[in-house]
């Protein structure tokens, strides 16, 4: 039996100077049909992960298609037993995927698309370079074997990072792979490639997401899991929910070692951020925790209040992209000790 919940994840970059005009439209249909989870509509296009009823997601994708500049909009599906998303947010945005460069135009210049079961005989390839485009804390749960963490806490910090390497600055420019979660990031970020004079930039059509689906494990070269912007916190093979938790009070993923720790109160603090609170703040944050397990009990949602950091933003990437997700934890590279490419393409700190 199907699961209640369905979960799309989409995204377009296309011309939408009229985008404002498509909020209030979007807010009362979706709430119409029972739709939560977050929208982003900017210049660019549109990007966002909304969940419910199936014939309420349906509904809104309809929508959104019935514009002829989306009738082509693609959207990964996949379904859950509970709600994951408490909220509805249809945010008008500078861009979809925040970057901070200007000019960039991902509908024009992304790279070459690669297919999931094409991708691992592109990365074998011992002259490609492969940089995952994601944040710190996603790259710390999975990745594709060998590739390069640039460290970066947000993904406006890769441009930076992309500038500071010499094997990418040389006349000769190396053949790039990027992937990310769903797509969105590397659609960016291989435009900026192509912008500087590579060629060679390519990409994984689908993000680590498709991959994931449709690349049998026993022929997978990812290792870990996948963290997504959900209540699920991380995926594995076949998208089935990864052993990751969600630190509700600094964000950061936890693997069943962290929350083994002392350091681990449920709702209240975890290894990564048990320093950072304060007596104020673990009072608060516990008083919290025992209203959502009394809403537990009794079978209700609970939303309450913001935590004390910025939370990892929610959409199929938006938010890794836009925002600066989780604080860094204690040893956790930093913009001064992010790794540098050799000239051969490894890694060195």
């Known amino acids: 039996m199907t699961a209640p919940y369905l979960t799309a994840a989409l995204y377009k970059f296309v011309d939408l100077p009229d985008h404002a005009d498509w909020r209030e439209p979007l807010i009362a249909l979706c709430r119409e049909h029972q739709v939560k989870g977050t929208l982003l509509l900017a210049p660019e296009g549109i990007n966002g992960t909304i969940a419910g009823p199936e014939a309420g997601?349906?509904?809104?994708?309809?929508?959104?298609?019935?514009?002829?500049?989306?009738?082509?909009?693609?959207?990964?599906?996949?379904?859950?037993?509970?709600?994951?998303?408490h909220r509805l947010k249809v945010r008008l945005k500078r861009e979809i995927v925040t970057l901070r460069v200007p000019g960039l135009r991902p509908q024009e210049h992304a790279g070459r698309y690669v297919k999931p079961e094409d991708w691992n005989a592109l990365i074998a390839q011992p002259d490609v370079l492969l940089i995952d485009t994601r944040n710190h804390y996603e790259v710390k749960i999975g990745s594709f074997e060998g590739a390069v963490d640039p460290g970066i806490?947000?993904?406006?910090?890769?441009?930076?990072?992309?500038?500071?390497q010499p094997a990418l600055q040389?006349?000769?420019?190396?053949?790039?792979?990027?992937?990310?979660?769903?797509?969105?990031?590397?659609?960016?970020?291989?435009a900026l490639l192509r912008q500087q004079g590579f060629e060679e930039v390519y990409h994984l059509q689908g993000g680590i997401l498709k991959y994931l689906e449709?690349?049998?494990?026993?022929?997978?070269r990812w290792r870990g899991e996948c963290f997504v912007f959900d209540e699920r916190v991380s995926v594995g093979h076949g998208l089935q929910p990864g052993g990751h938790a969600l630190c509700r009070s600094c964000r950061w993923p936890?693997?069943?070692?962290?929350?083994?720790?002392?350091?681990?109160?449920?709702?209240?603090?975890?290894p990564h951020c048990h320093a950072r609170r304060g007596d104020a703040d673990r009072e608060r944050l516990a008083e919290r925790q025992r209203q959502v397990t009394l809403a537990r009990e009794r079978g209700l949602p609970h939303?309450?209040?913001?935590?004390?950091?910025?939370?990892?933003p929610t959409g199929p990437e938006g938010?890794?992209?836009?925002?600066?997700?989780?604080?860094?934890?204690?040893?956790?590279?930093?913009?001064?000790?992010?790794?540098?490419?050799?000239?051969?393409?490894?890694?060195t700190r």
């Open 57 to 85: 997601v349906q509904a809104v994708l309809a929508w959104l298609r019935r514009d002829p500049r989306l009738s082509d909009l693609e959207h990964k599906a996949s379904w859950s037993e509970r709600p994951p998303f």
């Open 254 to 270: 936890l693997d069943e070692t962290d929350r083994a720790s002392p350091l681990y109160e449920e709702g209240v603090s975890c």
């Open 153 to 164: 806490g947000a993904f406006t910090e890769l441009p930076a990072w992309l500038a500071s």
């Open 303 to 312: 939303i309450g209040s913001p935590t004390p950091t910025a939370a990892a």
């Open 319 to 347: 938010a890794a992209d836009s925002g600066a997700g989780p604080a860094r934890p204690t040893g956790v590279q930093g913009a001064q000790s992010q790794p540098v490419l050799s000239s051969a393409g490894s890694v």
């Open 214 to 220: 449709t690349v049998p494990e026993a022929e997978s």
């Open 170 to 190: 040389g006349p000769v420019k190396p053949r790039v792979a990027m992937f990310c979660t769903g797509g969105i990031r590397c659609e960016k970020s291989t």
